[in-house]
């Protein structure tokens, strides 16, 4: 009985040891926004090929990872939200807002033919606050004329789970109705005035394929690999903008801030598409916390610094938007703002 | 002596472990307790700042708005004991013909074997893959079914829902209402016979009042689980955060809405208000299966 529990305790400590003496190298963890996963996916197992530095990404979702990045227990978040003054005010120092690409959120919708609709802001809005309730609504039929309209009920789909994406066209529709903006406002999750919930991208695009009629909301990527129809719509300038990865990258041809807390939505760019947004990569701008180590900061610099550099390059393959070259300057600004102990780490 | 002595010897052995084995007992029924309350305490402590904030109008508000931080269970409370029950009925039409069946008609062979391991397959599926059966094969049917007659026929909502959960639950409530009618006493099925009943009144007269403090049992574990199911339900319900109108109508049940809200929620105010949820689910399940035991008690010593 006796040797076969020395036998036991030895076989831990073996895998203890083990486990310990293979961290030597420098390790990071991340958390966060499930729309550029796949994105992040390839660039992250690309730079541990290049670089030989394992980077741990969790998409648990942009509230998910703000709050992991507050708690300390993950080197850097992934939001497509910007972070609220309460979210600030709880993190305790500041935060930088480091883009790494823009995506587009697209209306997409079943009818029979797969007609190309145009849509206004107005009607969008007017849509999802349940005013307007038939296809074949003299408004719809008024900037459509060359479709053919049936007077099928629209069912309105949305995301019955807290989500980016949500939060991009809410911030839209509250830039382009005050009704919306007063009566639901925008955020990740919101109380739906009406329609019919689906979980994830997948499950509303899954939703919207099955049930004719419907009008619902995905990220532009979705609406491209399932072949569903989806809308033009009129921008600020007045321009009927189709969805695609350049007019997404226009979108983010107006005056950029300092720190990239930009919302594109509702863009003045001319040529842009009004429903884009920044997806960011969260970090603390004093690296010096919880005890972190030096090489961990200079890790996490190089990072971000090939992620908005080499690794643009793997953005369009997968229909994200890349950085323009103007983003790119600011996000340099703000990766080399980062310091340890006070001293930038990169010059 | 020897041998007696060894006798001794084993006697003494018995005894101390007779004991400990006792004390091992006592201590995993007292770990099962302390974890129960520690899970009602962890909730508590965690949903307090929405308990101060609505205190007993959470349970009656009809609201759930992250963006204002205005938050209200009924619609979601609503959801959940409408799905439940509907499920449990639809459930029971199937699931006490198939005990009846196996328990009474065909206790042994090769066909009762065959029937028993294909419902006990039903409650191996994953409840993933009910959701998705649920979304691809029986929306477009009830979606069919509701243009027929003449609901807004968008396919998911409570009815689906409630579809999919009794198909799920059938097994839990089939295999105990099995045992359950197998042990009837012979004697008293006998007896019934011997004095003219035909085989249709032994069991209506006979076998399901003996048996029925047992086939409830069945019914309260299905409830049980069908209160709780999470995944199954989200994906078919439609998520709608409005009290449910009619059956056909979208809805949202409280664990569908923790499950999908709880990774994004920013803010204590909203994260301790899904905790509440968590927490009213919890009462509500014990509140049920309390009742559900004084029932059974009442109607065991009925005999």
Redesign the interface.
């Known amino acids: 009985m006796k040797r076969s529990w020395m036998v036991f305790l030895l076989f831990f400590a073996l895998l203890g040891f083990y486990g310990t003496g293979a961290a030597k190298e420098v390790e990071l963890i991340g958390a966060g926004a499930t729309f550029p996963y796949p994105l992040y996916s390839k660039m992250l197992d690309t730079y541990y090929q290049e670089h030989g530095i394992k980077i741990n990404y969790q998409a648990i979702g942009s509230g998910g990872g703000i709050r992991q990045l507050t708690n300390k227990t993950v080197d850097f978040g992934g939001s497509d939200a910007i972070m609220s003054d309460k979210d600030l005010k709880e993190a305790g120092a500041p935060v930088l807002h480091i883009p790494t690409c823009a995506g587009a959120v697209v209306v997409t919708y079943n009818l029979g033919g797969d007609p190309q609709l145009k849509f206004t802001p107005d009607i969008i809005a007017d849509i999802f606050l349940g005013k307007i309730k038939k296809w074949n609504d003299p408004r719809l039929t008024a900037i459509n004329p060359e479709v053919k309209l049936a007077g099928t009920d629209i069912t309105v789909v949305h995301r019955s789970d807290g989500s980016g994406t949500t939060a991009i066209f809410s911030s839209y529709l509250s830039k382009v109705s005050s009704e919306w903006k007063e009566k639901v406002g925008a955020g990740p999750s919101l109380n739906w005035p009406a329609g019919l919930g689906g979980k994830g991208n997948p499950g509303v695009a899954g939703l919207v394929k099955q049930t004719p009629g419907s009008f619902g909301y995905v990220e532009l990527i979705y609406a491209f690999q399932n072949k569903m129809a989806y809308a033009t719509i009129k921008n600020k300038k007045g321009n009927f903008i189709k969805p695609s990865i350049a007019s997404t990258s226009l979108a983010a041809d107006t005056a950029l801030p300092e720190d990239m807390k930009v919302d594109l939505t509702d863009t003045d760019a001319a040529g842009g598409y009004p429903i884009s947004g920044f997806t960011w990569i969260l970090a603390y701008k004093e690296q010096d916390y919880a005890g972190r180590p030096e090489e961990k900061t200079k890790a996490l610099v190089n990072l971000l610094w090939w992620m908005t550099h080499e690794g643009q390059k793997y953005a369009e393959p997968l229909h994200y938007a890349p950085l323009s070259k103007a983003a790119v300057g600011k996000a340099e600004k703000l990766i080399r703002s980062i310091t340890y102990k006070g001293t930038s780490m990169m010059k | 002596m020897p041998a007696a002595r060894s006798k001794i010897r084993l006697h003494y052995k018995w005894g101390v472990s007779e004991a400990s084995f006792r004390k091992i007992l006592y201590l995993a029924g007292l770990i099962l307790l302390v974890l129960l309350v520690a899970i009602l305490f962890s909730l508590v402590v965690a949903a307090l700042p929405a308990l101060r904030q609505f205190g007993f109008g959470f349970l009656i508000g009809k609201?759930?708005?992250?963006?204002?931080g205005e938050f209200g269970a009924l619609a979601f409370l609503v959801g959940t004991l409408m799905s439940s029950f509907m499920a449990l009925l639809i459930s029971m039409v199937f699931s006490l013909p198939a005990s009846i069946f196996l328990g009474e008609y065909f206790p042994h062979g090769k066909v009762s074997g065959f029937m028993k391991s294909v419902i006990e397959l039903l409650a191996g599926i994953p409840s993933v893959i009910y959701g998705f059966w649920g979304?691809?094969l029986l929306?477009?049917v009830v979606?069919a079914l509701e243009t027929v007659l003449g609901v807004?026929p968008?396919?998911?909502g409570i009815f689906t829902a409630s579809l999919v959960l009794a198909v799920m639950i059938i097994p839990y409530a089939a295999s105990i209402g099995t045992e359950v009618i197998r042990l009837v006493p012979a004697g008293l099925k006998e007896a019934a016979l011997s004095l003219g009943a035909t085989r249709f009144e032994v069991i209506r007269k006979v076998v399901l009042p003996y048996a029925s403090s047992g086939i409830f049992a069945g019914v309260l574990l299905a409830l049980g689980r069908a209160l709780g199911e999470t995944m199954a339900v989200?994906?078919v319900i439609?998520?709608?955060?409005f009290l449910p109108t009619s059956i056909f109508s979208?809805g949202?049940t409280m664990a569908?809405v923790i499950a999908?809200?709880f990774?994004?929620?920013?803010?204590n105010l909203?994260l301790a208000s899904l905790i509440e949820l968590a927490l009213v689910l919890f009462i509500v399940t014990t509140v049920i299966n309390i009742l559900g035991k004084l029932i059974i008690h009442k109607m065991s010593t009925r005999k």
Not at chain 2, 63 to 68: E, H, I, L, Q, S
Not at chain 2, 263 to 267: N, S
Request: proline content about 12%; glycine content about 10%.
């Open positions: 609201t759930w708005d992250p963006v204002r979304l691809f929306v477009p979606r807004p968008q396919g998911v989200t994906m439609g998520n709608s955060n979208p949202n569908s999908n809200e990774t994004e929620a920013t803010g909203y």
